[in-house]
């Protein structure tokens, strides 16, 4: 079962950048689109982010938009998420995961069976 292994979470200052990466234990992503999204305390896991499988067209929620860039090496089998100008409000538990299509993904609707353990973004104001 291919199952996602997020890193990069950390502690930063409101305005501040991180970068997420996402890499697959027990398989690849290949051929998948690939989408981030974030668990806040308290709140319903959501859409951050999507990349087709080749990389070519992505797609933001509002929140993300103008801040977040998500990209994919799909050579070292990678998924990055670069945060910037980051806010309070993006406080979360980070997670990816793959679907059909970044329309799909858009949903809510992912492709492995399980989820990683994410990686815990903390920015303080």
């Known amino acids: 079962q291919v199952q996602p292994v997020e890193s990069g979470g950390g502690l930063v200052q409101a305005g501040g950048s991180l970068r997420l990466s996402c890499g697959a234990s027990?398989?690849?992503?290949?051929?998948?689109?690939m989408g981030w999204f974030r668990q806040a305390p308290g709140k319903e896991r959501e859409f951050v982010a999507a990349?087709?499988?080749?990389?070519?067209?992505?797609y933001y929620a509002n929140s993300a938009t103008g801040r977040f860039t998500i990209s994919r090496d799909n050579f070292k089998n990678m998924v990055y998420l670069q945060m910037n100008s980051l806010k309070s409000e993006d406080t979360a538990v980070y997670y990816c995961n793959s679907g059909t299509s970044t329309a799909a993904l858009r949903t809510g609707a992912t492709s492995m069976a399980f989820w990683g353990k994410g990686t815990l973004v903390t920015v303080s104001s």
């Open positions: 027990g398989g690849t992503f290949s051929g998948y689109a």
């Open positions: 990349i087709t499988w080749n990389g070519a067209n992505t």
